[in-house]
């Protein structure tokens, strides 16, 4: 588990772009001493883009030497969306984000653990505070938990644009799922993901669930309630969860058998991750061909 990897610093819009293209060039770039030069940042920006590239799985480190390569979601980011224009993407970077227990522990802990809806900034901290304590090894100092929160906070909400510095409107990508609004100055809420791109985005995250725990079906209740998966991730209730489902069905090979007892979804014959992602950005260039 990882606290403050991320410099304080949320994810910018152009950072991860950035760092896959630096990494293309040379795999052991973030070794470089004049690296954050060459992204045009400072030196903990450089580490943070660095933390943002790993936490949403767009590169893995190999060797003992701090070697960095794309993975194959980095790689269909930079071959159909390196600017992140494409909510699809979003959702995807979201997806790996929030279920990274290990680079990204307050983000797993916030969507998949922390049940309330409507919080504050303090009530946050407080309830961050309790559940390390309860499920750390050692200490984690305030000052961390503090950071995290403010972090956490700053990555999904809209900025707001009145008296602020230029530091403070640089959008983060994950602002456009929609996934944190303020009711009121402090205020908080969790909101549904809203976007034209659901179905496609909830298909292959499910994919993604299969395939990380082996499995072959979920049942409605899993989806509603377990980590990971759509209810906690992506903030959406039963009735949301099942009208999407028919949604995916028209375009997807999703098999959903309603019994009295148990509604369950499995995969229509073998289809896999990379295949539900090429099928996605493919039907994107045919709408902007058309």
Known sequence: MAFGQHQTFYLRLTWLYKGLHALQQDSTFFQQSDSFEELGVGK???QSIRHWLQATKVVEQVGRKAEYILTPLGEAVVSHDPYLQ???TIGLLHYKLVTD???????????????????????LIKALTAWTTQTQLRPISSNSLERDVNCLLQTYLPKQFENATPEDIIQSPFE???LLGKTTNITVIKQPLVTSRMA????????????????????LQQLINEPELWGRVFNLSQSEIVEEIAV????????????????????????SVEQAIAQAYGELKKEVRS
Request: charge should be negative.
């Open 44 to 46: 903990n920006m450089a």
């Open 86 to 88: 494409d909510e699809y």
């Open 101 to 123: 227990a290990a680079l990204a522990t307050t983000w797993y802990w916030f969507f998949n653990s922390y049940d309330e809806r409507v919080v504050t900034k303090d009530s």
């Open 176 to 178: 456009q799922l929609g």
């Open 200 to 219: 496609d985005i909830l298909f292959t995250t499910l994919l993604m669930y299969m395939e990380n725990h082996q499995i072959s079906e979920v049942n």
């Open 248 to 271: 995916i069905q028209k375009k997807y090979p999703l098999i959903f058998t309603r019994t009295n007892r148990l509604d369950v979804l499995r995969i229509d014959g073998e289809y």
